[in-house]
């Protein structure tokens, strides 16, 4: 047997009685609509349907809108990973041929995740599916073993204008941000393919002294009206020649100390008694005025910045390799365009620092460029920010839902 209920009008089948014909051959669902038997129509009262269904002889025809939408195709889940795989070397994984071998940074569909510890999954540029670790099995296998200390804030970029002596200075992040200090776990991040969109900010990562200023720079003045950057506050008195929003921002010590423990800063320093910083109101300013805000930041503020509010572009200047640093220190000098010669603990220091970020914030980087020659890389800078406006991208699924 069939009850029924009237919903908005119109008879619903409320519930079906199991054991019988209709509930056997599935030929109604609890939430179907009677619309008409036998070619007449049902209305909205019960006992007229079963008036109907008593009086009617030989077979019955129902005319009902199914409850049941067709369905949805499973969602395509797209990620791009944060380690190497080889399942060859993998003691857990139930068949080692069946595994699917992948590097940091490739982008993979997921097939199937059925299975909580062992997913399918096929590399986005095509090729036969195979077996991952899950996320879950990943965590609990990377639970165990010591990550590498997170990468302590490099002197920043704030400072540019000061003389160029030796200078001691610790970056810091805002208060607001030490939530993103914590030691992550990283494994799959879950990704979607975009058509080419504007990036509200370029994000150059990298060593003290391996040339972000010097490509900051050739980047606004190759284009002043697609590239501009953030004018820095400091609480310092300007000089005579200084005029307010030309270099810094001039404001007093309490201001900036109120905004910095509001967090309105991205970072900030001290150095000699005053306050340097970048304001996070300054970015969207620029971003505002139709331009994409050109930031050199310290590599911890990448981790503030990679959302869908500054929708990052993130770029590491690597450093080269120790002889190629000095041979290009010693060409600058010789044309002039720099005037102090780096020691060997300089340039030990400058690669040393390069590596470490690049182990500490490797996955965040959505292009690796290394600098042995400015010209070249600034070409190839140039030509990566072409690529953005022309070919799809593949952003954290965040920034998109």
Request: aromatic share 8%; glycine share 8%.
């Amino acid at each position: 047997g069939v009850t029924f209920r009237v919903e908005r009008g119109e008879l619903v089948v409320a519930r079906i009685l199991h054991g019988g014909m209709i509930d056997q051959q599935g030929l109604l669902h609890v939430g179907d609509v009677i619309k008409e038997v036998n070619g007449k129509e049902v209305g909205n009262d019960p006992k007229v349907l079963q008036e109907m269904l008593k009086n009617a002889t030989g077979s019955v025809v129902l005319k009902i809108l199914p409850s049941y939408q067709e369905p949805h195709p499973p969602r395509q889940v797209f990620v791009k990973s944060h380690f190497d795989y080889d399942p060859a070397s993998d003691n857990l994984i139930p068949c080692k041929e069946a595994g699917l071998k992948f590097t940091a940074g490739d982008l993979l569909q997921i097939v199937n995740q059925d299975d909580p510890n062992w997913w399918q999954a096929c590399h986005v540029e095509g090729g036969s599916a195979g077996l991952i670790p899950s996320q879950l099995l990943e965590e609990k296998r990377k639970a165990f073993v010591k990550r590498d200390l997170e990468v302590p804030p490099a002197s920043g970029a704030l400072c540019g204008s000061i003389s160029g002596r030796k200078k001691k200075r610790m970056m810091y992040l805002t208060t607001k941000n030490a939530e993103f200090d914590r030691h992550e776990l990283l494994i799959y991040e879950e990704v979607a393919r975009m058509p080419p969109f504007r990036r509200k900010t370029l994000v150059l990562i990298g060593a003290q002294g391996v040339g972000r200023r010097s490509l900051k720079n050739k980047l606004i003045m190759s284009d002043q009206a697609r590239y501009g950057t953030t004018i820095p506050y400091t609480s310092r008195k300007p000089k005579e020649s200084e005029k307010n929003g030309q270099v810094y921002c001039f404001v007093s010590r309490g201001e900036m100390e109120a905004d910095i423990k509001a967090g309105r800063y991205l970072e900030h320093g001290e150095y000699e008694g005053n306050l340097y910083g970048t304001k996070i109101d300054s970015i969207h300013e620029v971003v505002e005025s139709g331009k994409m805000c050109i930031l050199d930041v310290n590599p911890q503020a990448v981790k503030v910045l990679r959302t869908a509010e500054f929708v990052p572009y993130v770029v590491f200047i690597e450093a080269p390799d120790y002889e190629t640093l000095r041979a290009m220190n010693k060409a600058a000098l010789e044309s002039g365009v720099a005037t102090k010669q780096l020691t060997e603990a300089d340039l030990k220091r400058t690669v040393d620092e390069s590596c470490r970020i690049q182990r500490g914030y490797g996955h965040y980087f959505d292009l690796s460029l290394v600098n042995d020659n400015l010209e070249w890389t600034f070409q190839q800078l140039q030509e990566a920010m072409e690529r953005l406006r022309a070919e799809p991208q593949w952003v954290p699924v965040s920034w998109v839902y």
